[in-house]
Nanobody, 124 residues
Framework: QVQLVESGGGLVQAGGSLRLSCAASGRTFSSYIMGWFRQAPGKEREFVAGISRSGGAIYYGDSVKGRFAISRDNAKNTVDLQMNSLKPEDTAVYYC?????????????????WGQGTQVTVSS
């Protein structure tokens, strides 16, 4: 089992940047595929980015490609999401998630553990 805690959310103007971080407990962090999802009010949870156990395979949702970057540090048990060129439509609660699956999934049902979420608000 792994516990996930996100940090780094906040209020930023459009065009600005934020870096989210997710800290995982336990000694088996490197055995999990990690992902970031987001959910805006009244909308379904959306895949943002995912990274394989080694970090060698990375996937992004279409709406964030070229603007966001996911990375992980297995020695520190962390996975980060660098968000650049933020837009008001990026406003959402962002969740970190861990998967014991075979490959990176873009579906929330593919993830076994979730953090509590961190709010990101982008003002226009």
């Amino acid at each position: 089992q792994v516990q996930l805690v996100e940090s780094g959310g906040g209020l930023v103007q459009a065009g600005g940047s934020l870096r989210l971080s997710c800290a995982a407990s336990g000694r088996t962090f490197s055995s999990y595929i990690m992902g970031w999802f987001r959910q805006a009010p009244g909308k379904e949870r959306e895949f943002v980015a995912g990274i394989s156990r080694s970090g060698g395979a990375i996937y992004y949702g279409d709406s964030v490609k070229g603007r966001f970057a996911i990375s992980r540090d297995n020695a520190k048990n962390t996975v980060d999401l660098q968000m650049n060129s933020l837009k008001p439509e990026d406003t959402a609660v962002y969740y970190c998630a861990a998967s014991g699956g075979v490959r990176v999934s873009t579906a929330s049902r593919g993830y076994d553990y979730w953090g509590q979420g961190t709010q990101v608000t982008v003002s226009s």
